[in-house]
């Protein structure tokens, strides 16, 4: 699918993701995804669980190597050999992860582990400064005093304060891109917005690129300004958030934004009950033929179980979708959304 022209900081191309599993069973996690971070903008990647976004997430920040094709960074292809490089590469692109209780070493204290982290990535200053720049991180990410929290283990706070030493420690590190996945997932509802907040506050403030990984549609619009729709391992739609929440063109698109709380709307919809396959996860090798999606969709075709549909333009600012409904060849389109 078409990207902007400008350069991008971090890039997919072609990236592909297989594993084996039993012996011979091939599974396709992702299969041929491209991406483009730039400064300053925020992409949301949506799907449901099993579609493969965290795999693209391990894939980016080079916890997994990918099958097929490269991450670019700044316009170069990352080769990590060696500890040093790992850790150039950490510096400009951390990874932010769902489960705050689990990404903090339970036996450190927060000065411990934010120290640590500095340390790591060349920070040299002696303790006045040190204390200084660990005061100033959790000012930044609004733990108010400071004071307060260095001394504290991670079991002595709540689920919100920890997420906000976890942003602080990615910001330690002083990177260029957030991959952020499912920041908010873990944390009560009432305070979701308030970390979602911080780090759009961040991200200007930074000029930081950043990947936001979610199946929430409702608060990928909110936060991003670009959304990817992502189903089995396939992007089945692409454009600007306004574009794709307002004018989904692809019926897994519906499906989510359809599956989004809304007290006006009563019903079931016809796509959330409609299609009689089985649902997301991986594919195999070899089985995918055709539309990722065919065998839930209300609105399949012979086609789209046989053919895998090409990318469509939807309109002329970059909203594109593989479908076989938004085809230039299609006559008919019958209207995604059923009236509650």
């Known amino acids: ?9 971090l890039q997919a191309v072609g990236l592909g993701k297989r594993y084996r599993v039993r012996g011979r069973r091939t599974v396709v996690a992702v299969d041929t995804f491209d991406l483009s971070l730039r400064e300053g903008k925020t992409v949301a990647l949506v799907g449901e669980s099993g579609s493969g ?14 099958t097929k094709g490269s991450v670019l960074l ?75 929290f260095l001394s504290k283990f991670p ?3 709540s689920g919100g304060q920890l997420q906000r030493v976890a942003i ?5 590190a002083d990177p260029s891109v957030l991959l952020l996945d499912e920041p908010v997932s873990m944390l009560d509802v009432s305070i979701r917005l308030g970390i979602l907040n911080l780090l759009a506050s961040l991200k200007e403030q930074r000029n930081l690129a950043s990947l936001y990984i979610t199946h929430d549609i409702a608060s990928a619009r909110y936060f991003a300004d670009e959304i990817v729709v992502m189903y089995r391992g396939h992007v ?7 574009s794709v929440t307002q004018h989904p063109a692809h019926p897994y698109t519906q499906l989510l934004i359809e599956s989004a709380p809304d007290p006006s709307r009563r019903g079931d919809n016809a796509l959330i009950s409609g299609g009689t396959g089985k649902g997301g996860g991986a594919a195999s090798a070899g089985e995918q033929t055709g539309c990722p999606f065919a065998r839930r969709c209300p609105f399949a075709m012979a086609r789209c179980s046989a053919e895998m549909p090409g990318v469509s333009r939807v309109d002329d600012n970059g909203h594109e979708v593989r479908c076989w409904l938004n085809s230039d060849e299609q006559t008919e389109r019958p209207e995604l959304v059923a009236s509650a």
């Open 1 to 9: 699918m078409s990207e902007s022209t400008d350069t991008p900081i």
């Open 155 to 157: 079991h002595e706070l």
């Open 168 to 172: 602080a420690r990615t910001l330690a």
């Open 74 to 148: 700044r316009g170069r292809r990352v080769r990590i050999r060696g500890s040093r490089a790992r850790r150039r590469y950490v510096g400009d692109v951390q990874l932010l992860l769902q489960d705050p209780f689990a990404s903090l070493n339970p036996a450190h204290t927060i000065h411990y582990q934010l120290a640590r982290v500095l340390r790591l990535h060349g920070f040299r200053g002696g303790r006045a400064a040190l204390e200084s720049e660990l005061e100033s991180l959790l000012t930044t990410v609004r733990l108010l005093p400071p004071q307060q």
């Open 53 to 66: 976004k965290s795999t693209v997430a391990r894939l980016l920040s080079q916890l997994t190597l990918p």
């Open 236 to 242: 089945v739609e692409r454009g600007t958030a306004e």
